[in-house]
């Protein structure tokens, strides 16, 4: 008669185990910088909308869904959000643009372009307070633009003081800051494009404009995904540009929606309504986010 062996206990601090924790280790302090500076001010934002919370006063009481009856209602609401739109789209196209422009341009292989890298990318490094009061005053009436407008026998406008060159100004401002973020961005995708497939076009006869668009575009999808996706929630997020350039005028003409919100908590006092305010701006971002994410499949080729 043979005698069972005795099973051998498991222990408890396995390979798997020590694994399990160690990776926990390593994702822990994002997952509480997540927690405690994404996830609990966002909250926080949800419940002070619920309120209606006077700072000068002392007072902080439940108004249920009032602030979000008064977004409804808000009457300089609409032409906040078209404002909003027309920075961002002006922003997105003419950084975009450019800064491809600039990356195409500067991968050619030609002595000096180590120093205009330089040069298109050195303002993303300047302080925005410093560029953006710099350009304030060149655009100022009788600035430095309109100077040199008038050397050419050109009348320079009013350029802050008209709501349609206000818009165009605090634009090109913005443009002008961060296109070479963008630039570098895609030099680096353009760099990574395999040779081979040019030469393999120009052997059949293809045109540098053909060649462009059948293989550099969708060699760099990824990159443009990438970039417009910062550039639009860059778009949405300004504040420096409006408040130093044009206080949001002339009238609110170019106050956008962070400007408005900005407006209506720290200089009106109606932090409630603020709140409620940044909700709205929050979902905007959200829902253009999943909606460029959703895009993916038709505008990155290799994820088709």
């Known amino acids: 008669m043979t005698t069972a062996t005795p099973r051998r206990k498991r222990p408890?601090?396995?390979?798997?185990?020590?694994?399990?924790?160690a990776g926990?280790?390593?994702?822990?302090?994002?997952?509480?910088?997540?927690?405690?500076?994404?996830?609990?001010?966002?909250g926080l934002v949800f419940w002070y909308s619920l309120h209606e919370w006077n700072v000068l006063a002392n007072s902080f009481n439940f108004v249920g869904d009032a602030n979000y009856r008064q977004?409804?209602?808000?009457s300089s609401l609409p032409r906040v959000l078209l404002a909003s739109a027309i920075f961002s789209v002006g922003l997105v196209v003419l950084n975009m643009s450019l800064a491809l422009l600039l990356a195409v341009l500067l991968d050619q292989k030609l002595r000096g372009m180590v120093v205009f890298r330089t040069l298109f990318f050195s303002p993303v490094v300047v302080s925005l307070v410093a560029w953006t009061i710099v350009w304030s005053f060149l655009l100022q009436n009788n600035g430095g633009i309109n100077g040199f407008l008038q050397m050419l026998g050109v009348t320079g406008p009013n350029w802050l003081r008209n709501p349609t060159t206000a818009m165009?100004?605090?634009?090109?401002v913005q443009v002008f800051k961060n296109v070479g973020l963008n630039m570098i961005l895609f030099l680096a995708a353009l760099q990574g494009v395999p040779k081979e497939l040019y030469e393999a076009a120009r052997v059949d006869g293809a045109s540098p404009f053909k060649q462009f668009r059948r293989i550099t575009v969708p060699m760099i999808s990824p990159t443009i995904m990438l970039t417009?996706?910062?550039t639009i929630v860059g778009s949405l997020q300004v504040f420096a540009q409006i408040a130093v350039l044009t206080q949001g005028g002339p009238g609110i003409s170019t106050t956008v929606l962070v400007y408005y919100l900005y407006q209506q908590a720290f200089q009106f006092h109606f932090f409630g309504y603020g709140s409620t305010l940044s909700i709205l701006l929050f979902l905007i971002v959200a829902i253009l986010t999943f909606a460029q994410w959703q895009l993916r499949k038709r505008i990155v080729f290799y994820e088709n």
Do not use: H, K, M, N
């Not at 977004?71 to 808000?74: F, G, I, K």
């Open 228 to 230: 417009s996706i910062i």
């Open 24 to 42: 926990y280790a390593f994702i822990a302090p994002q997952l509480l910088g997540t927690i405690v500076f994404v996830l609990v001010p966002l």
């Open 168 to 172: 165009i100004s605090v634009i090109v």
């Open 12 to 21: 408890f601090w396995t390979i798997e185990r020590r694994d399990s924790v």
């Open 71 to 74: 977004l409804l209602s808000d």
